[in-house]
């Protein structure tokens, strides 16, 4: 609840979250617009902005259905009622809410209240809300507004415990509910305890246990003793209770009644193995850790160990090492040659080439003139080193060294066919011999 003293306005937030508003007339008369109507003036406004008469709220507020898709329900209500048009039908009447809920409001804790406030109207809003969603939990908003105007009258009536748990609220962090309160939680202000503030009406919320306050003000941790000890959050400590925070070790003295720290012991850093390294998280004085923590190396998704070689296909020429300081490159250096790409011998790495020299069928492109016809014939003629190695021979009983020389020879040929240009662009198809074997043999 917060009370706006400046404009003498209460704005406050119920325990299933409706919002109440209320505003001084001696502000805001005339002076608002809404669904809620103009204060101190007519409380039935259209969203258009017309006025009507108080007894035609019931059909105003339909204009000012707001589309909840958790609701899909309210889609189907009417909208722009007339004022001279009898209200929607009420829900059929073979529906009927569970036992123990609508009806509720007929139970004796509610006569005192029935005497003074007609509730008739909450538990028909009730009904038609379960007909419409059949929402069982639909039923408390009315049950609260019934509730809210006993309040109003100074009623209090503590209805939750006959819905048997449907309405039920759960608070949080060790607060109870309590239906009715007129006054605040009190609270601690240091080390001495300040009573609540007292309220002008009965409210619903979450409060502290009995024999319990708020540690300070506006914090909504419910302590039994104040102390001026406090936590790294702000939570209230007790006197000899220890806690660590920022790099020391504190305890809530029972002699002063205040935090007192010492610094946190700093541990030397672990002997890392070779394949491992030092992590150091969180490294703010004290406060880091460091540990050791096996050395990887990632390369195209893959995890590697220090220590580990791996090549890329794609990359032929390189290879590649995990150290310590991450991943090294080695490339290996190739000897400068300078041959067709069909004279190229790669190595098993298929990064460097070496030149074929020896004897092999060479293709090249011949210009071709025959018989006035000319053209460009793919030819093959055999090239390339061939070595000659001496022989032994006897001759008459004597010996010699014989040189036999080695020439690179053709060993097979195959009949191709080429069509050369003749006089007048005529084409004319000749045969040729298309060496397709070589080998080095004796000369001859």
């Known amino acids: 609840m917060i009370f706006i003293d400046k404009i003498r306005s209460t704005v406050s937030l119920t325990p299933r979250n409706r919002v109440e508003v209320k505003v001084a007339m001696q502000y805001f008369k005339n002076n608002t617009q809404g669904q809620c109507g103009v204060c101190g003036g007519s409380s039935c406004v259209r969203r258009h902005g017309e006025t009507e008469s108080d007894s035609c709220c019931d059909k105003t507020a339909y204009d000012w259905l707001y589309d909840d898709p958790q609701k899909p329900y309210c889609k189907s209500a009417p909208q722009n009622i007339s004022c001279t048009t009898p209200p929607p039908q009420p829900p059929p009447t073979n529906c009927s809410p569970p036992e123990n809920t609508c009806e509720i409001l007929n139970h004796e804790i509610f006569n005192e209240c029935q005497r003074k406030v007609n509730l008739r109207m909450y538990e ?12 069982i939990t639909i039923i408390c908003s009315s049950l609260e507004q019934a509730a809210k105007r006993c309040k109003d009258r100074n009623i209090c009536v503590d209805w939750r415990g006959l819905t048997k748990g449907v309405c039920d609220l759960k608070c949080p962090n ?24 007292y309220l002008k009406e009965f409210v619903s919320g979450c409060f502290c246990p009995d024999n319990m306050l708020h540690a300070e003000k506006h914090k909504d941790i419910c302590v039994s003793d104040c102390s001026n000890c406090k936590g790294p959050l702000g939570e209230p400590k007790k006197t000899g209770e220890t806690w660590e925070t920022n790099c020391h070790i504190c305890t809530c003295s029972n002699i002063t009644n205040t935090e007192e720290c010492t610094p946190k012991e700093i541990k030397p850093p672990p002997a890392c193995k070779d394949n491992e390294i030092l992590v150091t998280y969180n490294a703010t004085g004290c406060c880091q850790m460091q540990y050791c923590v096996e050395k990887t190396c990632e390369y195209g998704g893959v995890k590697y160990k220090v220590g580990d070689e791996w090549k890329d296909y794609s990359k032929p020429c390189n290879s590649y090492v995990c150290q310590k300081s991450g991943i090294t490159t080695k490339t290996k250096m190739c000897p400068a040659q300078n041959c067709p790409e069909d004279q190229r011998i ?13 004897c092999y069928p060479k293709k090249s492109t011949v210009d071709v003139t025959v018989d006035n016809c000319i053209g460009q014939v793919e030819m093959t003629s055999c090239e390339g080193h061939c070595e000659s190695q001496p022989q032994l021979e006897s001759v008459g009983g004597i010996f010699r060294m014989k040189q036999t020389c080695h020439c690179c020879l053709e060993t097979s040929i195959q009949t191709r066919n080429a069509t050369l240009n003749c006089d007048l662009n005529t084409p004319k198809l000749y045969s040729y011999k298309y060496i397709t074997g070589c080998k080095c043999l004796a000369c001859t």
Do not use: A, P, W
């Open 124 to 135: 028909e809003s009730c009904i038609f809300d379960f007909c419409q969603s059949e929402n």
């Open 174 to 197: 060790g607060t109870v509910f309590h239906e009715c309160r007129n006054t605040t939680d009190g609270y601690c202000q240091g080390t001495e305890r300040k009573s609540g503030e």
């Open 346 to 358: 790669l190595d098993s790495d298929k990064c460097c080439y070496m030149c074929n020299e020896t």
